[in-house]
């Protein structure tokens, strides 16, 4: 099914290992989506389809590893939460297209530096 006038989603301290590629599709008005606490250990491409629509992406204390590159697409984002996951690098060019990005959360990761792209989020306030 379609939940066309969904806008948010929290699916916060569950046991749930993937998100299904679909999930753009079933949520196509999607703002915000909260899915800490769980055991994601990546995130679907198929996010990139909500570049119209998703502001906030929280993923914070899940198992991921890396994060796919459609997370670049996400023009409309002004937060992003990593908090407290196994991500020992982020794509070079995230944040080039997000002018809007407000947060940026990655503590609790083992990166050893910070995206390129960072340079570019020009509403940054948090990081």
């Keep these: 099914g379609t939940f066309r006038s969904v806008t948010e989603l929290h699916l916060q301290f569950n046991s749930i290992s993937l998100l299904p590629d679909d999930l753009p599709l079933a949520f196509p008005a999607l703002a915000a989506l909260d899915a800490s606490g769980n055991e994601l250990e990546t995130l679907p491409e198929s996010?990139?389809?909500?570049?119209?629509?998703?502001?906030?992406?929280?993923?914070?204390?899940?198992?991921?590893?890396?994060?796919?590159?459609?997370?670049?697409?996400?023009?409309?984002?002004?937060?992003?939460?990593?908090?407290?996951?196994?991500?020992?690098?982020?794509?070079d060019a995230l944040g080039t297209d997000m002018k809007d990005m407000r947060?940026?959360?990655?503590?609790?990761?083992?990166?050893?530096?910070?995206p390129n792209g960072v340079c570019c989020m020009t509403s940054l306030q948090t990081l």
């Design 103 to 114: 947060e940026l959360h990655v503590d609790e990761n083992r990166l050893l530096r910070l």
């Design 47 to 91: 996010l990139r389809l909500l570049k119209e629509t998703l502001e906030t992406l929280i993923v914070d204390e899940n198992a991921l590893r890396h994060c796919p590159s459609g997370l670049n697409d996400l023009i409309r984002l002004k937060i992003l939460r990593l908090r407290g996951n196994k991500l020992v690098s982020l794509d």
